[in-house]
């Protein structure tokens, strides 16, 4: 058994804060489903996400969207809006899943609301945008670029989303199963001759020894098609890869708008993407033994390859008997700590940020502990949900909050009881990254970044793996 697979056995007991259970449906229901696209792209100029200083958008490579999925079976509803923004806090999640729920009756805990982490979308939330905001309203009395209006327009836009989609209910098939894409995706954490390790090392070096960890080279999918119909209308695709392989200054959902022009090309204009994010909060694109890197436009091609071909193939497996079922639960998650002295430094060094006297490693940090000290004001220790959702008896979808290392997304598939099982992060929350208890001893970025205590993503699977055989 490998290390990976052991994550699940070896975690601790979970505090489980309340399991959701929601409406029965039976064989003879007919499992429908209504899919919406809805524009959540800002105005230009805006803020760009992404990084540790700040950018203003100058215009559109591609539009962002949230798209939204609604099931319903018999008296059971689940309802997915995935946002091409870089992640969806909970000051953001709650009151949109309200919305979502008082609008279309969907428990609020059937709903999920995630985030795509495309680095080209809106800066609208966490200490850095909250820092330029207060700098830019000291300097000139106000901000131009206030985020407070985007954050109500995109919660509205999200209720709106999922309101579309459960109007545009009807009978649809499913296929499900997965592509494989071992091409495009790399662990970004490496060992080094010097015993350390590090993320994204120079190209070419000569220090590095080997990757600290796997990728996923699954893409899950399922497909949705019209009773009678050659071919599907849309599809959930999921696979564990860093939306930030574009750059610039132009809003962009990243390789995923790629991914949705060849679907589109392969199945019509009107062909829908919903894509979820897999664990991917050790893995990106960057190829450390080639001098080139390939873009967005190459990346989401080559992506969409693979879906494609694995539809056309017939490698997806019928969804003959759906069976429509959700359930959600909680975690605690502690926030790390910091002494009085740790937290009025980092606030000084805020002014700092993008200047080539603060270290990216110090301005991670600085960001880290400033951003705990506001969730401390939330609650300490966080509540951090999972949900499953059961399609059939061979078919489910994970969804877990913020940035998750690969090695617990394996795991949960590993010990999953369904065939098929896309899990997806950046739900409902999003506290940063969540590694994995080896990768909180060897450190570097990702670990620098990361606001819980370790533990917290083995706590994740085991909640995960639990709904899971709940819903078998």
């Known amino acids: ?55 203003l958008s100058t215009g559109i490579k591609d539009p962002l969207h949230a798209r939204a999925i609604v099931l319903q079976q018999g008296q059971e509803t689940a309802a997915i809006v995935m946002c091409d923004v870089v992640g969806v806090p909970a000051e953001v999640a709650t009151p949109a899943r309200k919305k979502v729920s008082e609008a279309t009756g969907i428990p609020i805990d059937h709903i999920a609301v995630t985030g795509t982490h495309t680095h080209t979308g809106p800066l609208y939330f966490m200490p850095l945008n909250d820092f330029f905001h207060e700098r830019a309203v000291a300097k000139v009395g106000k901000d131009p670029y206030d985020s407070g209006p985007y954050r109500g327009e995109l919660i509205d836009k999200i209720a709106q989303a999922a309101v579309e989609a459960k109007a545009a209910l009807a009978p649809v098939d499913l296929q499900s199963g997965y592509a494989r894409e071992d091409d495009i995706s790399f662990n970004r954490r490496f060992h080094m001759k010097d015993g350390t390790t590090r993320f994204n090392p120079p190209l070419l070096s000569p220090d590095i020894i080997e990757p600290a960890g796997p990728i996923d080279p699954q893409v899950g999918i399922i497909t949705l098609t019209k009773p009678g119909g050659k071919e599907p209308s849309s599809a959930i695709v999921s696979f564990a890869m860093h939306p930030d392989t574009t750059g610039g200054t132009l809003y962009s959902a990243d390789y995923i708008a790629a991914l949705d022009k060849r679907m589109k090309e392969a199945f019509g204009a009107k062909f829908t993407t919903l894509f979820g994010t897999g664990t991917c909060g050790d893995i990106n694109h960057r190829d450390v033994h080639s001098k080139t890197q390939r873009n967005a436009d190459i990346l989401g091609k080559m992506l969409g390859d693979a879906v494609v071909g694995a539809i056309q193939k017939g490698e997806l497996s019928p969804i003959k008997q759906a069976s429509l079922a959700m359930r959600s639960t909680k975690v605690t998650a502690p926030l790390q700590s910091y002494s009085p002295a740790e937290v009025a430094k980092a606030k000084e060094n805020m002014p700092r940020l993008g200047t080539p006297g603060l270290p990216f490693m110090t301005a991670a940090e600085s960001c880290k502990i400033v951003d705990i000290e506001h969730l401390k004001k939330l609650g300490d220790p966080l509540h951090l949900e999972v949900q499953a959702i059961r399609l059939s008896d061979d078919t489910a979808i994970v969804t877990l909050p913020s940035e998750i290392f690969v090695e617990f997304g394996l795991a949960i598939k590993a010990s999953s009881p369904f065939k098929t099982t896309l899990v997806i992060e950046l739900a409902n929350d999003d506290v940063a990254y969540i590694p994995t208890r ?21 706590k994740l699977v085991e909640a995960a793996v639990g709904l899971l055989k709940e819903l078998q």
């Open 1 to 55: 058994m490998s290390n990976t697979w052991r994550l699940v056995a070896g975690c601790f007991a979970v505090c489980l804060v309340g399991i959701s259970v929601g409406g029965v449906a039976t064989a003879a229901d007919e499992l429908r489903a209504g899919v919406a696209v809805v524009d959540i792209t800002p105005p230009v100029p805006f803020r760009l996400s992404g990084y540790f200083y700040e950018r």
């Open 438 to 458: 080896k990768a909180f001893q060897e450190g570097s970025y990702e670990v620098t970044n990361s606001r819980v205590v370790p533990g917290t993503g083995e």
